[in-house]
């Protein structure tokens, strides 16, 4: 059974820092591209960061210099490290495998950020 299942997600001050993890099992996840998308109530999902079976990476303006994305092969599983949150920041996570036309999601992990 193929999954990816979203954690790490919860409530932050503005300015702490989340590690988000999406753990795949039921496919050959080293050879898929990963990416984080959010999206906040009432707007369209956006994409956060991703990253190449090969390790190049990409990110939004919008969190460079803020998260850093990786992947651990052996462990199945890819990371989000989300530092300096802003409260613009706030919504659901989700993480996505793809492979050519094949495309998995997760159910997502609710991030917010408030004081």
């Known amino acids: 059974q193929v999954q990816l299942v979203e954690s790490g997600g919860g409530l932050v001050q503005p300015g702490g820092s989340l590690r988000l993890s999406c753990a795949a099992s039921?496919?050959?996840?080293?050879?898929?591209?990963v990416s984080w998308y959010r999206q906040a109530p009432g707007k369209e999902r956006e994409l956060v960061a991703g990253?190449?079976?090969?390790?190049?990476?990409n990110y939004a303006d919008s969190v460079k210099g803020r998260f850093t994305i990786s992947r651990d092969d052996a462990k199945n599983t890819v990371y989000l490290q989300m530092n300096s949150l802003k409260p613009e920041d706030t919504a659901v996570y989700y993480c996505?495998?793809?492979?050519?036309?094949?495309?998995?999601w997760g159910q997502g992990t609710q991030v917010t950020v408030s004081s």
């Open positions: 039921g496919f050959t996840f080293s050879s898929y591209a």
């Open positions: 990253i190449t079976s090969f390790g190049g990476k």
């Open positions: 996505k495998g793809a492979r050519g036309r094949t495309v998995y």
